[in-house]
């Protein structure tokens, strides 16, 4: 507000608050542990903070989803470190039909990357039908030495140094 230059930038206010949901939601998943809550004039949100991932997974999707979701955890060695996979995806008749449902966080960093996103939708390649697309909430850990989260401004987009065996790994 006190940054004119900053405020045409700004969209509407719902748009603005639908961001602001999402990232809330999407942080929750990343921290369980801690409780969350967000309050616009339609729609209220809050978590626990129980350290339970599925109960913050029924407040954003639904409890018969959350209830449904299959736990994943992998190990992937490299000669670059460790790579630890860990999360719940969806079996394949629970689909979206938009990508926003692919969570995926770096070191509990919430990321936006398409090859990773792709990984996740190849994994689920044969099994879903044409333009619908999983739910996943993937926590990726690996060497913070591995990874470059200076490559755009809003830290959602970040620069893995070994990208193909982590996508291997992923898929």
């Known amino acids: 507000h006190n940054v004119p230059v900053r405020?045409?930038?700004l969209r509407s206010s719902a748009t603005?608050?639908?961001?602001i949901q999402t990232l809330v939601t999407r942080y929750s998943l990343a921290y369980p542990e801690i409780q969350f809550q967000l309050e616009t004039g339609k729609k209220?949100?809050?978590?626990?903070?129980?350290?339970?991932?599925?109960?913050?997974i029924s407040k954003i999707y639904n409890v018969d989803i959350a209830n449904q979701l299959l736990s994943i955890s992998e190990k992937a060695e490299s000669p670059f470190g460790e790579v630890m996979i860990s999360g719940v995806?969806?079996?394949?008749?629970i689909s979206r039909s938009n990508k926003q449902h692919i969570t995926l966080f770096v070191n509990r960093r919430w990321v936006r990357d398409?090859?990773?996103?792709?990984?996740?939708?190849?994994a689920y390649q044969g099994f879903l039908m044409?333009?619908?697309?999983?739910?996943?909430i993937i926590n990726l850990r690996m060497p913070p030495d591995q990874i470059d989260v200076n490559t755009h401004p809003s830290k959602t987009e970040i620069r893995i140094r070994n990208k193909n065996h982590v996508f291997a790994?992923?898929?």
């Open 169 to 171: 790994a992923l898929q």
């Open 16 to 19: 603005e608050a639908s961001h």
């Open 89 to 93: 995806v969806c079996p394949p008749h």
């Open 7 to 9: 405020r045409k930038f």
């Open 130 to 136: 044409n333009r619908r697309h999983p739910i996943a």
């Open 114 to 122: 398409q090859s990773l996103s792709f990984a996740v939708e190849q």
């Open 44 to 56: 209220n949100f809050s978590t626990n903070g129980d350290g339970d991932v599925i109960g913050t």
